[in-house]
């Protein structure tokens, strides 16, 4: 059974920083990774979405990485904001299940 | 498009009351997928369908729940009898469908349940 693991729970760092989010998960045979993020009593927004042949993907200050062999992936926010506070969330596809999703990293950043 | 919609928004119920909640994806998108959120557990998957049809239910805690899609524009999560430990945010999601760039689900924002 797939599961998924994000490091460190919470997060807080000041403003202009650059950070880095982990996730890990069991089963190496994925489909595809999401990096989300969610606002405070909001959905969810999907930010990046690595397939399994990949190895990263960008979108504008934000870097997502993918290593299978190791179980990993890591979200890179380059230069933060106080508008990058929220909660980040990964989740897998692998097998025939849909996404299996961490338990999220509360990054707040500091102005 | 106004993307996912989730009705209601907040919903307070007494213990053993039948809840109803809503949910219209975006046009178009095949796959859709209702979750439920708590503190303790995170975000679980309850069920999901393709086109309209229930392909994995085992996320389902329970009988008392249950879930429809009566056609690709709307479906249903039914909870009857509702209990307080079924308190939590209830997300609903669609996907294009379910292999590569179609995989990315849209998420609505939610219902807020609390059962009393």
């Known amino acids: 059974k797939q599961e998924v693991t994000q490091i460190p729970a919470a997060l807080s760092v000041p403003e202009g920083e650059n950070l880095v989010l982990n996730c890990s998960f069991t089963?190496?045979?994925?489909?595809?990774l999401q990096w989300f993020r969610q606002d405070p009593g909001k959905g969810l927004t999907s930010l990046l979405l690595?397939?399994?042949?990949?190895r990263e993907q960008t979108s504008g200050r934000l870097n997502a990485s993918l290593d299978k062999s190791s179980g990993r992936s890591t979200l890179y926010i380059a230069a933060s904001q106080p508008g990058d506070s929220a909660t980040y969330l990964c989740?897998?596809?692998?097998?025939?299940?849909?996404?299996?999703f961490g338990k999220g990293t509360r990054l707040s950043v500091i102005a | 498009d106004a993307g996912v919609i989730q009705s209601p928004r907040h919903e307070v119920t007494e213990m053993g009351q039948e809840v109803t909640l809503r949910c219209k994806p975006i046009?178009?998108?095949?796959?859709l997928f209702w979750y439920r959120q708590t503190m303790m557990r995170g975000l679980e998957l309850l069920i999901y369908?393709?086109?309209?049809?229930?392909?994995?239910d085992s996320g389902m805690p329970e009988d008392r729940f249950s879930a429809k899609m009566p056609n690709a524009s709307f479906s249903t999560l039914k909870i009857q009898p509702s209990e307080p430990r079924d308190s939590a945010v209830y997300f609903c999601?669609?996907?294009?469908?379910?292999?590569?760039?179609?995989?990315?689900?849209?998420f609505g924002a939610g219902t807020r349940l609390s059962v009393l």
């Open positions: 690595i397939q399994s042949s990949q």
């Open positions: 999601a669609s996907s294009l469908g379910q292999t590569g760039l179609k995989n990315i689900q849209y």
């Open positions: 989740a897998v596809i692998s097998g025939n299940t849909p996404l299996v």
């Open positions: 046009s178009g998108h095949n796959s």
């Open positions: 369908f393709n086109n309209n049809v229930p392909i994995d």
């Open positions: 089963d190496s045979a994925i489909y595809n």
